[in-house]
């Protein structure tokens, strides 16, 4: 692709606001390791990655980047890199071992938290705390299918929530409860493919698991943001929020009626589903009440109240995203087991053309034009400061490169400064407000389902070593940074 192949950003990088924040991203399963260390008690990962390794590539967490003993060495990193923020997450199980709102608290596990936050401090780094992502104690999974009981789960999760404002939140400001609830919701309890592997092949009902594990997480989501605001803002001063994933979609025929609306229902069954009920206060959008009927459950009256209290309170609309895809209508009616809004992904459209270049994963295409997009569509429809909590992409072929090609990683640079681009064109150009970026990651690190294979860092790991080095990627976020944030 020619046009790719001349694009070299530090020549064409536009600006950024002069408070616009960067940072990093990383969560607890992902690169902590010390699976059992300190009293950690087991989470659905540490179950799911050895009880069928097969579906994580044959690898597992066990060790992962070891970030649990080599903290103080990347938050190090991290301040040479001139980062702002760090968003991590919290390990559920490694505070609460058993999970449950009477287990016994793990005071090694706070304490490790309380010096990376002490540390990040030190160096000048704000924590940006995730409670969820994607890591819930196995035993609540064995006591009652965790996310499958609304009441019991908001318990459990509330009271891990309330340990955290305690014991965090005097130096934590900003917070995101869960991580993706799409993925938490498809990929654990419809595909399968991520934990806890529920899927219709291994007999789970996947025409409502997922409706009813997205209600929980929504619910839950406005509980925990109620206890925060009645009972920590007020001394912390902090915002609370949630992240949200989401592709951005073009219709697969831009002339055909039926594809726009495809495209538009996909966003809506992918983003609208969480997003509506939690920034709007309203109930699910219109056209999933449609299609899954009696499948999505309802919410109460006093869940409405709930929802409509709690909309405003969350301060900003956390942002993962990492590239378009085409969405296609289906033919009606919809199988009733779709999860999809009766839309089919494509990575090219009715002429057979394709996004934009391929990076080291099929599904993550460079798509800058559909980021700057989303964002607008994110932005008309919640009006809500947005925070990209998450983008980045491994560069093709990238686990196979020695030491020295895996370092020199222009493709990434050349994504992210044009997604960089993106952001400031849609600041800018479009009046949409973002507030600040985190590269996804800060590391290479365990790629869930794909293990150790894609390699999204902006820092190289020796996984027989553990050797962190940095890629040219990390110096050109800070020059980027530096540079786009001082032309206005
Ligand atoms: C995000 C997750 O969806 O994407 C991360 O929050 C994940 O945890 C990242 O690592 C990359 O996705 P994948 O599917 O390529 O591992």
Known sequence: ???????????????????????????????????????????????????????????????????????????????????????????????????????????????????????????????????????????????????????KFKSDFERYARLCFSRFGDRVKKWVTYNEPYIISIFGHHSGVLAPGHSAANGHDTKTEPWRVGHTLILSHAAVVKIYATEFQPSQNGIISI???????????????????????????????????????????????????????????????LLQETAPINAFYGMNHYSTKFARALSDPPAEDDCTGNVEEAATNSEGKMLGPVSGMSWLRVTPHGFRKLMNWVWNRYHLPIIITENGCPCPGESQMTLEQ????????????????????????????????????????????AGYDPRYGITHIDYDTLVRTPKKSALYLQQSFDERRKRR
């Open 243 to 305: 992240v949200l994933n989401g592709h951005f979609y073009e219709p697969w025929n831009a002339d055909s009626v039926v594809h726009k609306a495809a495209a538009q229902r996909r966003l809506e069954f992918y983003i609208g589903w969480f997003a509506d009920p939690i920034f709007l206060g309203e109930d699910y959008p219109a056209e999933m009440r449609t299609q899954l009927g009696s499948r999505l459950p309802e919410f109460t009256v006093g869940e409405r109240s």
């Open 1 to 151: 692709n020619e046009e790719w192949a001349i694009k070299i950003p530090a020549v064409e990088e536009l600006p950024l606001p002069s408070d616009f924040f960067w940072g990093t991203a990383t969560a607890a399963y992902q690169i902590e390791g010390a699976a059992s260390q300190d009293g950690k008690g087991k989470s659905i990962w540490d179950v799911f990655s050895h009880l069928e390794p097969s579906r994580t590539n044959g690898d597992s967490g066990d060790m992962a980047c070891d970030h649990y003993n080599r903290m103080t060495e990347d938050v190090k990193l991290m301040a040479s890199y001139g980062v702002d923020v760090y968003r991590f997450s919290i390990s559920w199980s490694r505070i609460i071992p058993l999970g449950g709102h009477d287990d016994p608290i793990n005071e090694d596990g706070i304490t490790f938290y309380n010096r990376l936050i002490d540390y990040l401090l030190e160096h000048k780094i704000e924590p940006f705390v995730t409670l969820y992502h994607w890591d819930v104690p196995q035993e609540l999974y064995n006591r009652y299918g965790a996310f499958l009981d609304t009441d």
């Open 406 to 449: 895996a370092v020199n990683d222009d493709f990434r640079v050349r994504y992210f400064g044009l997604y960089l681009d993106a952001i400031s064109q849609a600041i800018h150009e479009d009046g949409v407000i973002v507030r600040g970026f985190c590269a996804w990651s800060l590391m290479d690190n365990f790629e869930w389902s």
